[in-house]
């Protein structure tokens, strides 16, 4: 490759690396043309790009979109799936495909933002709910002990307002006898 061609490639990477939120490593020998072919369709299908990248030039985009915990999980032929949108629908993607594969793909590692994650991390992150989901169980775990509190006070405004009435009526009943 041309010394042009190479600082086109590693400033292309580093802008996928800057733009993503996760990036997922693979090991993806053992793939054949058109499995490789099927892995790209899928994942493009979800958002994510997957490219295969030499080392030496993940290791300069790295430097250059100041990700270089990246250079941790890339060892030996790599290939990167950049995700855009929920962090765990690239670890999903890439675990169903390992799935239905019978296993040939293998992770390496992660980047979640500026975090380095391993394999077994990357694979967690595949088990997760969806955001919205996770945004409603950390919304309904808030909700609870509010409306708890809620009905204490409306309970001791409710027992409050009956004795009010009770003294009421009493006072009532004792002036007109």
């Known amino acids: ?3 042009e061609k190479k600082e086109e490639a590693v400033s292309q990477i580093a802008d996928k690396l800057s733009r993503c939120n ?3 490593t693979t090991d993806y020998r053992g793939l054949s043309v058109a499995e490789m ?5 899928r994942l493009r299908q979800e958002g994510i790009e997957y490219r295969v990248i030499k080392n030496t030039l993940a290791r ?4 250059m979109a100041d990700k270089e915990g990246l250079n941790q999980i890339i060892e030996g032929p790599t290939a990167i799936a950049f995700g855009y949108g929920d962090f765990t629908d690239p670890a999903k993607a890439l675990i169903d495909y390992i799935r239905s594969s019978g296993g040939v793909l293998t992770i390496k590692g992660g980047l979640l933002e500026q975090r380095v994650l391993t394999a077994s991390e990357v694979t967690e992150l595949a088990t997760l709910p969806p955001k919205e989901v996770l945004m409603a169980k950390v919304l309904g775990a808030i909700q609870g002990p509010i ?6 006070l409306n309970s001791t405004l409710v027992g409050l307002v009956g004795i009010l009435n009770s003294r009421i009526g009493q006072l009532e009943g004792g002036g007109n006898g």
């Open 60 to 63: 300069f985009a790295a430097k």
């Open 147 to 152: 409306s708890a509190v809620v009905n204490v």
């Open 37 to 41: 072919t099927e892995l790209r369709r």
């Open 1 to 3: 490759m041309r010394k």
């Open 22 to 24: 996760i990036a997922i």
